[in-house]
């Protein structure tokens, strides 16, 4: 029986970040939908999206990058 230790660190990785974004997300503008009220919770999710584009956009990149090369049959 033999393990992949690359798609269990990668698997793990991607349940962080996920994990992050969620409490990110739900805790956060949770509190200031329970605080403040709702135009403000609005807000809150507007400027959390809006701040992490440049992340996906990004994270979009590299991604298309990777699958050129392997389309190409680079290493």
């Known amino acids: 029986m033999t393990r992949d230790l690359?798609?269990?660190a990668r698997q793990t990785y991607?349940?962080?970040?996920v994990g992050?974004?969620?409490?990110?997300?739900?805790v956060g503008d949770g509190l200031i939908y329970l605080i403040y009220g709702k135009g403000p919770a609005l807000m809150g999710l507007f400027c959390l999206l809006v701040g992490l584009m440049p992340v996906a956009l990004t994270?979009?990149?590299?991604?298309l990058l990777?699958?050129?090369t392997k389309k190409t049959g680079g290493e």
């Open 66 to 68: 990777e699958w050129m």
């Open 6 to 8: 690359r798609r269990y």
């Open 20 to 26: 992050a974004l969620l409490l990110l997300f739900i």
């Open 14 to 17: 991607v349940r962080l970040i």
């Open 59 to 63: 994270l979009l990149f590299l991604l």
